[in-house]
């Protein structure tokens, strides 16, 4: 299984709802990460977990939390998200968090925030 | 800092080679990557080369290294329709440790 699974696909939310986005692996991979990507635009980190443990955060506003329940889970809880928050959510995992390996990505969550 | 530069938009006909170039900034970089995105769908791993090799080719793709450069280029041959895609470079900066990515460039295979 060489698969970084992503749901939902889409999902559409108005600015108070809660909602959250779920990756899984089974690749054995400790190393897990968050990206967003707008359109026409490259994929811009917003955290890292390795070996369960948040070890970056870059800088992302608190309506974005992150939570790794075990080394296969990835979530990403939202709240109270901006219009300008719509993006494509991308979860990747790599065998370790040194960047060494390969990045093996999700097909994303396409999110709208309405 | 860490950047990664390329051209926007390449257009070819199939079957002919395509070359994709991307310039990095980051000396410390050991890792150099090629990752290919379809519409709609997340990122594909097509490649990687070690910093300390100046080529290396897998079945239709050849990765240059130029270091001294710091100049990459992915060059696809007998392109197909199906390579369509928007392909991006990337580096893991060991100075940052993080992977960066270029802005991507479309590759448009007119059959």
């Not at chain 2, 410390?28 to 080369?49: C, N, V």
């Not at chain 2, 280029?73 to 990337?90: K, V």
């Amino acid at each position: 299984d060489t698969e970084v699974t992503q749901t939902p696909k889409h999902l559409v939310m108005g600015m108070t709802n809660k909602k959250s986005l779920k990756c899984e692996q089974h690749m054995g991979h400790r190393a897990m990460y968050w990206y967003k990507q707008k359109a026409k635009k490259p994929p811009e980190l917003m955290f890292v977990y390795s070996y369960e443990k948040l070890s970056i955060n870059e800088s992302v506003p608190s309506r974005f939390s992150p939570e790794c329940p075990n080394s296969s889970l990835l979530n990403l809880h939202l709240h109270a998200l901006q219009p300008e928050d719509s993006a494509l959510y991308l979860c990747a995992s790599s065998q370790d968090d040194r960047g060494r390996e390969k990045l093996f990505f999700g097909s994303g969550t396409q999110l709208s925030v309405l | 800092g860490e950047d990664v530069e390329q051209s926007l938009f390449l257009s070819v006909r199939e079957g002919d080679s395509s070359v994709i170039n991307c310039t990095y900034t980051d000396s410390s970089s050991t890792y150099l990557y090629w990752y290919k995105q379809e519409p709609g769908a997340g990122l594909q791993l097509l490649t990687y080369i070690f910093s300390n090799m100046d080529m290396k080719q897998d079945q239709r793709l050849t990765v240059l290294l130029n270091k001294k450069d710091k100049h990459l280029s992915l060059r696809i041959a007998d392109t197909q329709t199906g390579d369509s895609a928007i392909y991006f470079c990337a580096e893991f900066s060991g100075g940052y440790q993080k992977v960066t990515f270029g802005i991507g460039t479309k590759l448009q295979v007119i059959p």
